[in-house]
Structure formats: structure tokens, C-alpha cells
């Protein structure tokens, strides 16, 4: 089975710090990409890799930041944190391009900025 | 813009009846359609696909439906589980640009 796992289940920062979330998969796939989902607005996109160091803007990319340094590994970074960026946080791997076909996602990390 | 929405936000069924969910688009343009399961806790999971040149494609206990006249899209569940209980997002694909709806939360009584 694919399986996506994310570093943490729960985290609590304060505003302005530099926060990493961490991402790995284990099926060599190409694609990978961060999400937030907020009650009422779902699965909105970060930021998307289709490669090694790699990376495009996705809908909502201001106030964040990505890393692809090894094919299985992408971290989404949150430079100075703020509370409006308190989420739920799902990064999600796929062998197909943009939605084009299943994606298969970690457990989300729910994120607290105080 | 796109929209990608849910005719409701909840919905309640009693085990054993059919569970039909329902999603809009706005994009007629959109040729390929997924429909997500989310368990409380977890990350969503694939259920089913379509492609615009399909009106349905069945798995197991599930059935999709897409009606491209109107722009909607239907997730059937043939007799709910307990287990079926979740959220259900659709998604829709346009070109390189991809919009998950904003879910419907199915509830399965004992």
C-alpha cells in the first residue's frame, strides 16, 4: 500500500516562528503537493512539486514556502507564523500530473498558531 | 471563477438504504472527476474517478454518475455501512488547474 506519513499529528507554535512540517512517501512518486483544509472552504493548494527541487505556486502560496531536496520528501515551511494560519495541513503524493489521477494522502497535521 | 460545491452539507441514511451525494461544477471544461472519502482523523482516500466521455462508471457498492448538461456529478453508495460514514469531497480537472468541493458530511444510522 502507499503510504504517505506526515511529522507531526498535532502542533502548537506561536506567532512568528519558523515552522517546518515534514512530509515523506514511499512510492517513488513524482508528484507531490501540500494542502490546508478549513471548515467551509476545503482542500485548497499550497504548493505542488513534480520533481526534484522542483516547485510551483498553487492557490494560496503567500505565507509559505516549500522544499524538495529528495524525491520522497517534501516540507512545506511557514516562515514567520501567524494565527490565520492555524489549519489543518494534508500533503498528498500522485504518479499523475495535477489532479489528473489519484492522490493519495497523509493523516494532515492540524497546525495552532497562538 | 471555479466553483466546485456539495447540495448539502450533511446528510443522514439508515444502514442498509442507498446514500446518493450530490456536487456541482461550474466548468464545462472539466474532464475528469474524482470523488474522496475522509474519515474522522485521517487523510482523504480515493473512492472512484470519471472522465467527461463517460456519463457513469461503477465499483464496488459505489456508483458514479456525471450529467454533463447540467454540470453535476453523483456519488451512490449501495447499501450504507457504518463504516461509509465520512465526508465526501468531490474534484474536478480542468486543463492543469484541479478544485476539490467542499464536502458532504454522510452519517449512517444503526
Known amino acids: 500500500d502507499v503510504k504517505v506519513t506526515q511529522s507531526s499529528r498535532y502542533l502548537v507554535k506561536r506567532t512568528g516562528e519558523k515552522v517546518f512540517l515534514e512530509c515523506v512517501q514511499d512510492m517513488d512518486h513524482e508528484n507531490m503537493f501540500w494542502y490546508r483544509q478549513d471548515p467551509g472552504l476545503g482542500l485548497r493548494l499550497i504548493y505542488f512539486s513534480y520533481d526534484v527541487k522542483m516547485k510551483e505556486k498553487g492557490d494560496i502560496p503567500e505565507g509559505y514556502s516549500v522544499s524538495r531536496e529528495k524525491k520522497e520528501r517534501f516540507s512545506l515551511i511557514l516562515e514567520s507564523a501567524s494565527t490565520n494560519q492555524t489549519s489543518m495541513y494534508l500533503c498528498?503524493?500522485?504518479?499523475?500530473?495535477?489532479?489528473?489521477?489519484?492522490?493519495?494522502f497523509g493523516p494532515g497535521t492540524r497546525l495552532t498558531v497562538l | 471563477g471555479e466553483s466546485v460545491g456539495l447540495h448539502l452539507p450533511t446528510l443522514s441514511v439508515q444502514e442498509g438504504d442507498n446514500s446518493i451525494i450530490n456536487c456541482a461544477y461550474s466548468n464545462s471544461a472539466s474532464d475528469y472527476f474524482i470523488w474522496y472519502k475522509q474519515e474522522s482523523g485521517k487523510g482523504p482516500q480515493f473512492i472512484i474517478d470519471?472522465?467527461?466521455?463517460?456519463d457513469k462508471r461503477q465499483g464496488q457498492r459505489v456508483t458514479v454518475l456525471l450529467n454533463k448538461t447540467v454540470k453535476h456529478l453523483s456519488l451512490q453508495i449501495a447499501a450504507t455501512q457504518p463504516g461509509d460514514s465520512a465526508v465526501y469531497f468531490c474534484?474536478?480537472?480542468?486543463?492543469?488547474?484541479?478544485?476539490f468541493g467542499t464536502g458532504t458530511s454522510l452519517t449512517v444510522i444503526p
Open positions: 474534484a474536478e480537472t480542468t486543463g492543469n488547474q484541479f478544485y
Open positions: 498528498a503524493s500522485s504518479n499523475e500530473f495535477l489532479g489528473r489521477g489519484t492522490q493519495y
Open positions: 470519471i472522465r467527461s466521455n463517460m
